[in-house]
């Protein structure tokens, strides 16, 4: 059963609770932290996104189209539709050889506010490749081109590239095939059901490849991992805890958002993988949350853990700017 992880207080009151389940686990599925239930199953939405992109890291498509591990870092991201990302993305598909129409995520505003602002005030229309998730299709259209398939209905659960990239990710996470559930992501595509210690336990070979059993792949998930600490802006935006973590640990610490509050955690070369759901799918509760989980876990020192409370408050503020409450962990 879910536990209550946070407190919103105000006048020293608990006005508002957040519960969700938490797990953290190494390369060898030992669970090391638990919170509620660690086998609690659910959506690993754009979490997952790491080892969707496997199949075409293993099978030479970096090197086939000549991309960067800056283009590979937006390739696995959550991005927040800023300038870079959008220009990354563009670039990989003109390297595609492909039309920017060719996304088939779907149209959504940027993340980030101000350049939605922006875009708002200067009139620019709102395209598929501000998606959060057209770093993720541009991958997909690439490794559907390099197999030679028909780029049309990449985002359908029977495309070939699909079907390849099902069986990728129930390797990396070591559930059975047959066990593996699917739906439908908010972007098309589709997305993957299964147990927060499954997902740890991927983000645990992540973290160490080389202890991680993953064969032919390791070479593959090495460079996904690396690419993510090297460009953790690509990987995310500015002003989010995925970038802030990575940023105070200098790349030791590498997070990767999933809609409706799932979250995963690699402590680079320490052999630790983490999970965590928050149950009412609130993503203002992700950010007190990772630096919780960091904190009670102790893989953040004092000085890191102080420069995350200086960026991101533990506080609740007015319009007025007044602080009237704090946001404390409990679990």
Same mark, same amino acid.
């Given at each position: ?53 496997? /199949? ?13 591990? #800056? ?23 003109a390297k595609l050889g492909v ?70 990710? *129930?390797? *990396?996470?070591?559930? %059975? #095939?047959?066990?593996? #559930? ?7 595509? /589709?997305?993957?059901?299964? %147990? ?12 160490? %490849? ?77 950010? %007190? ?24 408050? /533990? ?17």
């Open positions: 059963m879910s536990e209550i992880i946070l407190n919103y207080t105000r006048a020293e009151h608990v006005e508002n609770i957040h519960r969700g389940d938490c797990v953290a686990v190494n390369c060898a599925g030992e669970l090391l932290h638990t919170v509620g239930n660690s086998y609690l199953p659910m959506f690993w939405r754009s979490a997952a996104k790491p080892f969707q992109a496997l /199949p075409f890291v293993k099978n030479g498509g970096l090197e086939k189209y000549n991309l960067s591990q #800056e283009e590979l870092a937006v390739l696995v991201s959550s991005h927040s539709g800023e300038d870079i990302h959008v220009n990354l993305v563009r670039g990989i598909l039309d920017e129409t060719v996304l088939d995520c779907g149209t959504l505003r940027p993340l980030n506010s101000k350049v939605f602002k922006r875009m708002l005030a200067n009139g620019e229309e709102i395209l598929p490749v501000h998606n959060q998730c057209s770093g993720k299709h541009s991958q997909i259209i690439a490794l559907a081109i390099m197999l030679g398939e028909s780029v049309e209905g990449y985002i359908r659960p029977e495309h070939p590239a699909q079907k390849l990239i099902f069986k990728h990710v *129930a390797m *990396a996470s070591k559930v %059975p #095939e047959d066990k593996l #559930e699917i739906g439908i992501d908010g972007c098309g595509v /589709p997305v993957f059901y299964l %147990p927060l210690y499954n997902m740890a336990l991927a983000y645990a070979r992540l973290s160490t %490849p080389k202890l991680g059993d993953w064969g032919d792949y390791e070479v593959a998930a090495t460079k996904i991992r690396d690419a993510m600490s090297a460009y953790p802006l690509q990987v995310s935006g500015t002003g989010r805890i995925d970038l802030a973590i990575n940023e105070v640990s200098n790349g030791r610490i590498i997070g990767k958002m999933g809609s409706d509050a799932v979250y995963c955690i690699a402590i680079k070369d320490e052999n630790l993988g983490i999970a965590f759901k928050i149950e009412d799918g609130s993503y203002q509760a992700i950010t %007190p949350m990772v630096i919780a989980v960091l904190k009670k876990f102790n893989l953040v020192s004092k000085a890191e853990a102080d420069k995350l409370d200086e960026q991101f408050p /533990p506080t609740l503020k007015n319009h007025r700017g007044e602080v009237i409450g704090t946001i404390e962990a409990v679990f």
